[in-house]
C-alpha cells in the first residue's frame, strides 16, 4: 500500500544546528515527492519538489529510492524555520492522487 | 491577488445541521480538492475535482458532497455533521498538472457537538 512516513512529531533543535526532517514512503511505481511548510498563521504552501533538485531558503532534499527516502535537510536552523512540514507522494497516473504524511513540527530555539 | 479562499474560517454547530464550507480560486485552475487534517494522520483527501461538473472520491468521503458547477468554486457540504468530522479543513487547487504544486486555502476549523 502507497504510505508517506514521517516518524517525528517533533523535532526540536537550537539555532545554528544542523536540522534534518525524515521521511519515509512506500510506493511500487515511479515516485514523486514533494514537501510542503506549513508557518504559523499561514497557509499550507510547496517548498521544494524532488524533480526539481533545487535548494529553498538553504532546505534541500534528496530522493533515495534504495532506502525509499525523501530526507528534509538544512545545515544551520534559522528560528523563522519554525513550523509544521509535511512530506507528499504524488501517485502516478494523476496529480489527483497526493498522500501526505502525518507532519513533523520543527521548533527552533534561540 | 492569486489565493483560494475559503469560509468560514471557524464554525462551532451541532450534530445533524446541514452546513457548507465554501472554497473560491481565482486562478482558473481546473483541479480542486479537499482534505481534512487530523492530530497524527496528517492531509487525508476527502473529494476533488479534475473540472467542471466532475468529482470524484478521495480517500475519506463518507459523510461529504461536494459540487463543481463553476470552474472556480468547490464547496464541500456535510448534510448531517457529526463529531467525528470535527476537523481542520483545507481546500487546494492546482493549476500546473506538470508541477503538481497544490496552492492551498487558509482552513476551515469545523467542530461539531
Known amino acids: 500500500a502507497q504510505r508517506v512516513t514521517q516518524p517525528e512529531k517533533l523535532l526540536s533543535v537550537f539555532k545554528g544546528a544542523p536540522v534534518e526532517l525524515k521521511c519515509n514512503y512506500s510506493?511500487?511505481?515511479?515516485?514523486?515527492l514533494f514537501w510542503y511548510v506549513q508557518y504559523s498563521r499561514q497557509r499550507l504552501q510547496l517548498l521544494l519538489r524532488?524533480?526539481s533538485r533545487e535548494s529553498i531558503k538553504g532546505f534541500t532534499a534528496d530522493l533515495n529510492k534504495g532506502e525509499t527516502s525523501f530526507h528534509l535537510k538544512k545545515p544551520f536552523a534559522q528560528e523563522e524555520d519554525s513550523a509544521m512540514y509535511y512530506c507528499?507522494?504524488?501517485?502516478?497516473?494523476?496529480?489527483?492522487?497526493?498522500?501526505f504524511g502525518a507532519g513533523t513540527r520543527l521548533a527552533v530555539h534561540p | 491577488e492569486a489565493q483560494v479562499t475559503q469560509n468560514p474560517r471557524y464554525l462551532i454547530t451541532v450534530t445533524g445541521k446541514k452546513l457548507t464550507v465554501t472554497c473560491s480560486q481565482n486562478?482558473?485552475?481546473?483541479?480542486m480538492s479537499w482534505y481534512r487534517q487530523d492530530p497524527g494522520l496528517g492531509l487525508r483527501q476527502i473529494y476533488y475535482?479534475?473540472?467542471?461538473?466532475?468529482?470524484d472520491k478521495g480517500d475519506v468521503p463518507e459523510g461529504y458532497k461536494v459540487s463543481r458547477k463553476e470552474k472556480r468554486n468547490f464547496p464541500l457540504i456535510l448534510e448531517s455533521p457529526s463529531p467525528n468530522q470535527t476537523s481542520l479543513y483545507f481546500c487546494?487547487?492546482?493549476?500546473?498538472?506538470?508541477?503538481?504544486?497544490?496552492?492551498f486555502g487558509e482552513g476551515s476549523r469545523l467542530t461539531v457537538l
Open positions: 486562478m482558473n485552475h481546473e483541479y
Open positions: 475535482s479534475m473540472n467542471v461538473e466532475v468529482t
Open positions: 524532488h524533480i
Open positions: 510506493y511500487s511505481g515511479s515516485p514523486e
Open positions: 507528499a507522494l504524488l501517485l502516478s497516473g494523476g496529480y489527483n492522487k497526493l498522500i
Open positions: 487546494a487547487s492546482i493549476g500546473d498538472r506538470r508541477t503538481g504544486e497544490l496552492f
